[in-house]
Structure formats: structure tokens, C-alpha cells
């Protein structure tokens, strides 16, 4: 894993929350995560993951402590420009088992207005987003986790309706209006939906060949991730 120093990044109004996660010349070849970040000795940990082997690229949030670095106002501000930016009708979330993860879910809520419909699916891996876009037609997706990460830290990313990242200017553009935006007077609110679990599960079932009766699995839920 590479360090690279916060300021290759260029200035950004959310400081270290930067939307940009990765400088273009690091992005060639590459997927990048952003992996932590350091508020005392601020530099920017990226993983480059092959596009080849990865199915589904992510734009990611910097994970931080919710209350303390990823507040609700960015959060609810970043939520706000995203519709202006996007004007999404439908979004799909998902979550991973960190306590504040249904807080931040709140917190996304209160950026957008009452005009679109928020679903939430619960607790199910990143891997799920495209598929859920794809089969219940939402034109944007939310997925609240910090991956690996100790389990108190956070964050968030977003996936445009083909289950990719969202292209550079897009992520400028939301970042770039997020000083200029006024949060909803009405804003929407999160319903519930279980059927996420059934259409993973019945898109898994289709992969699998083989028999997994004989069996034993281990898993490691990674902090909640």
C-alpha cells in the first residue's frame, strides 16, 4: 500500500473529506480505494485494485468517526448537492453492522428532499450494489461502510446505476456546489426492504456449481465490514 501525501489532491472544501480520492495520474491503470486517512499527520493511504479483477469500481468517502469528522452536516450537505448534481428519483442503500450506520442513513435522508424514494436493504456486502441497482431500477446507490477498518470509524460511497464509480467531474461537481446548497425543508425518509437479501441470494445461487454441504466456512466479518 502506497502513501501519498493530501496535498497531491489539490484543495478541497472538505479538507481532508475530499470527494476526490484519487489524483488522475494515479488512476491510469488503476482503481483506487481510499484506505485512511490522518487528520494529526494528513496523508492519503490508497489501494490500487486491478480493473480487471475488480468487478465493481468504487468512489469512497474517507472513512471517519461519525460525530467527530464525518459529521451530519457534510454528510446531509453532500446528500443535498448529489441531488442537485444527479437528480436521482430512486437510491438503493446498504449497510454494513457498525452502530452508526443507521444514523448516518438518517443523516443522508435529511440532504434530500421529500421528492425521492430511499430504499434500504440492510446489512449485505458491497458486491450486492449493482445487482440491486439493476434489478429494482434504481438510478443511484449508497453503500454505508468503512470496509476493514476498525469498527468505529465510517464512511460512504456512491455507485451510479451501472454499479461503477461517478466520473471525475461529476465528483468536482458535487464538491463544488456543496458551499452553495440549502438543505430540504421537507426531507424524505428511508424505508425498509427485505427483498435485497432474496435477489442476491437468488443471483448467488445461480453461480454456484458445486456442493457446499461437506463444508466448514470461516467467516471474518472485518470490524463489521
Known sequence: MGIIPSTFMGNS??????????????????????????????????TPISRTSAPLKIFLIPKELPNENLTKEIVSNIACSVEEILKPTSVAVILDTRNSSIEILDWICEGFSENIEVINYGVLPSGSMPILLNHFGHNLGIIISASHNPSEYNGIKLIDQNG?????????????NIENISLPSAHTTSKESQEGYKV??????????FDLTNFDLVVDSANGG
Do not use: H
Open 13 to 46: 472544501i472538505l479538507g481532508n473529506l475530499s470527494l476526490i480520492s484519487a489524483p488522475s495520474s494515479y488512476r491510469l491503470n488503476s482503481c483506487w480505494l481510499i484506505e485512511a486517512i490522518s487528520l494529526d499527520d494528513p496523508k492519503v493511504f490508497f
Open 164 to 176: 461503477s464509480k461517478l466520473q471525475d467531474d461529476t465528483e468536482i461537481k458535487i464538491e463544488s
Open 200 to 209: 442476491y441470494f437468488e443471483f448467488l445461487n445461480q453461480l454456484l456449481d
